[in-house]
């Protein structure tokens, strides 16, 4: 059996190799690529996904993992050969009715897609893409097609990114989370919303970027496996646990931007950079669900990023990099402005109240289009209609509006954005229990020092990479499931009414 | 048959891609990625080389091959297909011979060697690479074991980069050279040499990067179609017609490094941009072999980029630069510097008459390596003596010594370094022709312009990409074979004795 484990482990690993190197691929095509260097890097990409794919799927993998299926069971469950046999076979299950000649056909024209949607958002020009995304609507129906059987038509696709969600269980925790928040909107913008001038002043690149630097450093973010660039959408990417990559953009006229998304971006990275170095190169060697990852990113840029303690300590080091912009703003005002409340037309730049209303938006413009009930040609209306009725707001023109996020734009239509709101939910859940065992975080972070919070996650989160489902991590840490408090009450605190 | 070939298309476009990617996965290496991701690189590497290889010897593209080439004869010989199936057959025969799970290995081990390079070199650690460097030897025996009846173990290693070359033709052409050179370099020794002293000044990297890329674009090179990055070793690396880029590194205290070190790349890069797009994607889309690629680089690094008459046109520009550093300098005394004949230690920064020799003693060495008469601990001493012997100068370390070029520890020892020598004599070979066809060239390079050159080398040279072999393009530029006049009689300007 060890035999056996040995090739399995290394038809994997090719498998896992090769999915590396297309996000190489697509780093470089989001950071540094040339323009014309589109049409070939569709191409490169196309065959990658491809292959990794059908490596991954190959009739020698689906054998091994018959044969190895007993002996895995044999092992403890939370060994590293048992998991990799378990979630091995998971994802085989899945992805081996995924033909690779769809897997290819969707990264050829998805790299495509991304390429004219860098040139066609500051264009403001929906038109040139909604031929695009009439296909990748169709390419996203046909995935979920190859999962016959669903509630709904998104659930395949929702289950790829958040392993036991579905539809009608994202609509539950939404329409919760939605009852809480509405009200909680309604009341704060009742009242005049803080004053957030100290941040709109002119903030040089430069700087901002030192900052962000040395608080991701401070936070525990390596920079010997990792390393930070500008794009235009920020995202973090993985080719091992040695080589964890995040970028940022910069606004010298608004200086919450890029700090919070390289906060963010640092979030994602760490959990990537903190899984056992004995799972690098296999498939466990990454974040369990898009749910679980979008926690750590929250909770490193909210929990603890816009935390008054945090300030405590940091602000005096801003002040000093910004001394004209900042020195006569008392740390109160700061606070309050890096919190203020209020709907706005940006996902990636909205506070933690409003943020889950963009999410919900966006989720159910997704499922609309896939349902057939919303054309595409509707959308970007669809997408006002729905911001002015959800958040009082109406964008000036679509490069706000429905070609803001970059999701349907680089990838699949479907199963993209409800991680945002569950991970939100679970970023309060973990902050809660890493509170629990260790009380003196909070004075810590007033301190500077993250040591003793980023180990309880690295222990209790970041090492088992995706050993462990979503809800298996979140009974492991928790001893129950999702529940939304915790959140709910992490953003009611004072300042933010 | 048009079906046929299309399957061959198709399959070959597919190795091509995976070759590419890996290149991307090699840019990225040598430019931006961070120490700790080498391990998980240096499998990707290997796995991507592995399948390239694989793809590209599979049995059905020996078969359609087989098919095919009676209707690849029956076509024009310059034709696109005609050319394709011709020159994939010549390379499929080659490398057929040489088993996937050895290029798989080459790739993994050459990708871990680079990386220890990278950090032996500044602590002038040869014993580091010692034994990484004795596997890179016995592993490129074995590369050339695979062509048994070889003359030379060197020479199916130089056929690979200079088609039709062998140990034998190459040591003849270094004979006749050396045979003009070192009297040459004696009568040149003889005399004081020129004064350098206004090279050696504090020339910020802002500004030298900014000239350098204002030339290159003007030689035009396309940045739509390419970029430059800073990388330890400057290089040129192709991910199709449309994304060539290069690297350069820039010394703040010697204005010619980064300077020429730029006009050279940007040769190569013009060379595979200039690739008719038609060919892109197929094994014809790029250069054709190592020298006629360095005739093109050195074409435009010395030939034009050494010449009078473009620092008739670029001196002020440069002045105006850099004022402080260069106002009381005149054109004569900076056009002498940067032509200064003297025997020194790196390559790379060498002048035009000596650089041959510091080729020659690689060659030499690397010859001697592969035929086990020097064994790799005695390297670092055997170049030290070679180079007193030959240069009359001996590095005070093995930084400024066998350490200083890449070649060995990214790739295989044999048939790395005689194409710079070969290029060498071609660039003067092609400048040559390019005259006879339009005298005004040198009028126009004194105004700046490149155009009518640019446009011959395109139309003789680059459009062709790899359809036909160095001897085939030499012989249809010419008329004739390799001859070495024309470069001799280059480097024997007035200003150089």
Redesign the interface.
Known sequence: METKLQELKILL??AN??A???A??N??QET??????????A??LA??QR?SHEKFTSAAVGNLLDELAPYGESLPYDSDDASLIRVARQQYDRQVKVPSSLVGELGSHTAQTYQVWTEARPANDFARLQSYLEKTLDLSRRVADCFPGYEHIADPLIDFADYGMKASSVRQVFADLREQLVPLVSAITAQEPADNACLLQHFPEEQQWTFGVDVIKQYGY??????Q?KAPHPFTTS?????V?ITTRINEHDLGDALFSTLHEAGHAMYEQGVNPAL??TLLAGGTSAGVHESQSRLWENVVGRSRGFWVHFYPKLQALFPEQLKNVPLSTFYRAINRVEPSLIRVDADEVTYNLHVMIRFDLELALLEGTLAVRDLPEAWHARYEADLGVRAPNDQDGVLQDVHWYGGIIGGGFQGYTLGNILSGVFYQKALEAHPAIPNEITEGKFDTLHTWLKTNIYQHGSKFTAPELIERVTGGPLWIEPYIAATCTECRL
């Open positions: 690993q090719e190799d090769l590396s190197a297309a190489v691929l780093w470089d540094y690529m040339p323009a014309g260097g589109g049409e070939s890097r191409r490169q065959v990658l292959l390596d920079f010997k496996r990792g390393r660039d080719f091992g646990v040695g080589d990559r690098d190169g």
